[in-house]
């Protein structure tokens, strides 16, 4: 299992780019206005990027759900004192909870296309949806029921 706890060096907010291509970084990038400096006209994002127009989708975290960047970690969540009881009572052995540490948050993300706004049959927006609706549909309480519990 996983648990999520805030990192000493929590970024804050941040916006996730998702280009159309591959670049064999991950992590933070030093960017300078010279090389990435999006627009905003008109509800539509545009940007160039190595001398190809892209246009930028931004798909917003629903009401009740967070994005969360995370990196992984080697520290272990100690259990409790009534976990350790349980689990010398059922003698089975019982599997550690890793911490992943939570290093930024988002609320929005955006998807870039090129030379077209990226639209429902991208993978990565079709993803986001298909996600939250599987999502709510794990967690939801039905139809017409936010928030309240079926009688």
């Given at each position: 299992?996983?648990?999520?706890?805030?990192?000493?060096?929590?970024?804050?907010?941040?916006?996730?780019?998702?280009?159309?291509?591959?670049?064999?970084?991950?992590?933070?990038?030093?960017?300078?206005?010279?090389?990435?400096?999006?627009?905003?006209?008109?509800?539509?994002?545009?940007?160039?990027?190595?001398?190809?127009?892209?246009?930028?989708?931004?798909?917003?975290?629903?009401?009740?759900?967070?994005?969360?960047?995370?990196?992984?970690?080697?520290?272990?969540?100690?259990?409790?004192?009534?976990?350790?009881?349980?689990?010398?009572?059922d003698e089975g052995k019982e599997e550690e909870t890793k911490i992943m540490e939570e290093i930024g948050t988002w609320d929005e993300m955006v998807v870039w296309g090129h030379e077209a706004l990226a639209d429902?049959?991208?993978?990565?927006?079709?993803?986001?949806?298909?996600?939250?609706?599987?999502?709510?549909?794990?967690?939801?309480?039905?139809?017409?029921?936010?928030?309240?519990?079926?009688?």
């Amino acid at each position: 299992m996983l648990a999520f706890q805030k990192s000493e060096s929590h970024k804050g907010k941040c916006t996730p780019n998702i280009l159309p291509c591959r670049i064999n970084h991950t992590g933070p990038v030093d960017t300078s206005k010279r090389y990435w400096n999006p627009t905003a006209r008109d509800g539509k994002q545009t940007a160039y990027f190595r001398g190809r127009k892209l246009h930028g989708r931004s798909i917003a975290v629903p009401p009740g759900y967070r994005g969360v960047v995370a990196t992984k970690s080697d520290k272990i969540l100690p259990k409790s004192k009534i976990e350790v009881e349980a689990e010398e009572e059922d003698e089975g052995k019982e599997e550690e909870t890793k911490i992943m540490e939570e290093i930024g948050t988002w609320d929005e993300m955006v998807v870039w296309g090129h030379e077209a706004l990226a639209d429902e049959g991208d993978p990565y927006v079709r993803g986001v949806e298909e996600w939250v609706a599987f999502s709510k549909a794990l967690h939801g309480f039905g139809e017409g029921d936010e928030g309240e519990e079926k009688k």
